[in-house]
């Protein structure tokens, strides 16, 4: 008799580093994140992909346009 064996996998999640927190987060491919595909950083002695997590958009959208 044969006994079929599942391996479960470890999830493995896209690390980023943000440019504007300045902080390492996963990517959870939500609409409100960006990772660069051409930009990286160097954090802990590790490169990472470059991007912009969330919180980006809350201050974006409290900042007023420039008048002349």
Do not use: W
């Not at 064996?5 to 927190?21: A, D």
């Not at 990286?40 to 007023?64: I, M, P, R």
């Amino acid at each position: 008799m044969c006994k079929l064996i599942l391996i479960k996998k470890k999830e493995v999640r896209l690390m980023y580093y943000c440019i504007f927190c300045k902080n390492l987060h996963h990517f959870n491919y939500t609409k409100d994140e960006v990772v660069f595909k051409s930009g990286f950083h160097y954090f802990d002695t590790k490169l990472y992909h470059a991007g912009l997590c969330s919180q980006v958009h809350v201050f974006l959208k409290n900042e007023q346009p420039a008048t002349a």
